[in-house]
T-cell receptor
Framework: QQQVKQSPQSLIVQKGGISIINCAYE??????FPWYQQFPGKGPALLIA?????SEKKEGRFTISFNKSAKQFSLHIMDSQPGDSATYFCAASNSGAQKLVFGQGTRLTINP | NAGVMQNPRHLVRRRGQEARLRCSPM?????VYWYRQLPEEGLKFMVY????????ESGMPKERFSAEFPKEGPSILRIQQVVRGDSAAYFCASSPYAQTYGYTFGSGTRLTVV
């Protein structure tokens, strides 16, 4: 019930294309869903986050789509750039809990 | 304002030795969290501490692992009698709140047990 399942494990996208990463969760008490970006040798950095009272949140080229009934959320990267090549993690937590449950990660490669 | 500082960045230990990982939170952050990342896996929660208190250690292995966050100085994650399976990246995050949305992660300590 505490798991967050992320797919795909790896993804290759051409420059300018759309990168899509999906996550699914079981725990309906989760109410905070962040995405983290991690470059090699670095710690995860918060990219964008959403709460279940909205179905979509957009920040620049990054969009989270959230489907509460399906218990799924996804990250869309528009106009993908080589600098976006990194590992992306989805995560979830619930109010009152101080820990994040992470997905397994997606290694994204943007080909020039 | 420096970010979350972790040291050392890389640590090599022989089996049976002790490993000490340090984390200095961001200025003004009194909440510290430790996560472990095994190769090709996501981060797994280990422990949550406030100054001088362990709040949640539900993710800590029952033996050999301990953590502290003293009144003065950095938070320390201590692994006694390390084994090869302890090889991983250990990340510390700090927050000004007891909530996950305030997290800032450090760059991690890569522990290799030989």
């Amino acid at each position: 019930q505490q798991q967050v399942k992320q797919s795909p494990q790896s993804l290759i996208v051409q420059k300018g294309g759309i990168s899509i990463i999906n996550c699914a969760y079981e725990n309906t008490a989760f109410d905070y869903f962040p995405w983290y970006q991690q470059f090699p040798g670095k710690g995860p950095a918060l990219l964008i986050a959403i709460r279940p009272d909205v179905s979509e949140k957009k920040e620049g080229r990054f969009t989270i789509s959230f489907n509460k009934s399906a218990k799924q959320f996804s990250l869309h990267i528009m106009d993908s750039q080589p600098g976006d090549s990194a590992t992306y993690f989805c995560a979830a937590s619930n109010s009152g809990a101080q820990k994040l449950v992470f997905g397994q990660g997606t290694r994204l490669t943007i080909n020039p | 304002n420096a970010g979350v500082m972790q040291n050392p960045r890389h640590l090599v230990r022989r089996r049976g030795q002790e490993a000490r990982l340090r984390c200095s939170p961001m200025k003004g952050h009194s909440h510290v969290y430790w996560y472990r990342q095994l190769p090709e896996e996501g981060l797994k929660f280990m422990v949550y501490l406030q100054k001088e208190n362990i709040i949640d250690e539900s993710g800590m292995p029952k033996e050999r692992f301990s953590a502290e966050f003293p009144k003065e100085g950095p938070s320390i994650l201590r692994i006694q009698q390390v084994v090869r399976g302890d090889s991983a990246a250990y990340f510390c995050a700090s927050s000004p709140y007891a909530q996950t949305y305030g997290y800032t992660f450090g760059s991690g300590t890569r522990l290799t047990v030989v």
